[in-house]
């Protein structure tokens, strides 16, 4: 196994549901947790592309009363028959110096299901390219949803990862990329963008050349 593998041991996967009848946006939003699972647990919503080294997509199961689980959801509200998507999707990747690591990528719009799967997968795609990773395989989900009249509705995606908070500070991490970093002896210090003090007043003086006196 190269420097900065590990072996795959966090798993998720991906997970839609909708809810068009929910009173207001708020029971919308519940009702769709409960169909997509989540219900029962404990939810941590999370943000940013990176998702742990030892990422390994895996079929759905069951979820424990009251688990903590790391979630990477899109939600997409409509009312009274109006429509949304929302969307998910990973990718398993390899960096330029052949480190394994994966990314993930949400969606929210009004648009239709097909729009919105080609704007994913254009995120998703970005994402990669902003990071020069080499895709290996990866996934996506999408879902939509029509308002029931005069409810709210919801749609939503999510990738679930139910054991990554089990790590803890035990979870591997990779190198530092060269190229994604600023070197330290290149950063501008504090003191290089600092503005000049003010020159020091007594209590009760005057600044020369002004009538104003601001000192307390």
């Known amino acids: 196994m190269k420097p900065g593998r590990v072996r795959k041991s966090c798993q998720g996967w991906l997970m839609t549901a909708v809810a068009p009848w929910g009173e207001n946006a708020e029971d919308a939003y ?7 699972g989540l219900g029962d647990t404990r ?14 997509a895996t079929p759905p199961r069951p979820l424990p009363l009251g688990s903590l689980v790391e979630c990477h959801i899109a939600t997409s509200y409509a009312y009274s028959g109006g429509s949304a998507c929302a969307g998910a999707a990973w990718a398993s990747c390899v960096t330029p110096e052949g480190d394994e690591c994966a990314v993930v ?19 998703l795609q970005r994402r990669l390219a902003s990071r020069d990773l080499e895709v290996i395989s990866f996934d996506v989900a999408v879902d939509e949803v029509t308002a029931g009249a005069d409810h709210h509705g919801v749609a939503m995606a999510a990738l679930i990862l139910p054991n990554s908070l089990n ?4 979870m591997s991490t990779g190198p530092i990329r060269g190229g994604l970093s600023v070197p330290v002896d290149s950063q501008q210090k504090r003191v290089d963008v600092k503005a000049p003090a003010a020159p020091a007043m007594r209590p009760g003086s005057r600044r020369s050349g002004g009538n104003s006196d601001f000192s307390l």
């Open 30 to 36: 519940d009702q769709g947790l409960v169909e997509m």
């Open 43 to 56: 939810l941590i919503e999370v943000k940013g592309a990176m998702l742990p080294l030892n990422f390994e």
């Open 105 to 123: 990528a949400t969606i929210s719009t009004e648009l239709d299901y097909e729009e919105t799967s080609l704007l994913l997968r254009r995120n």
């Open 167 to 170: 790590f803890g500070g035990k």
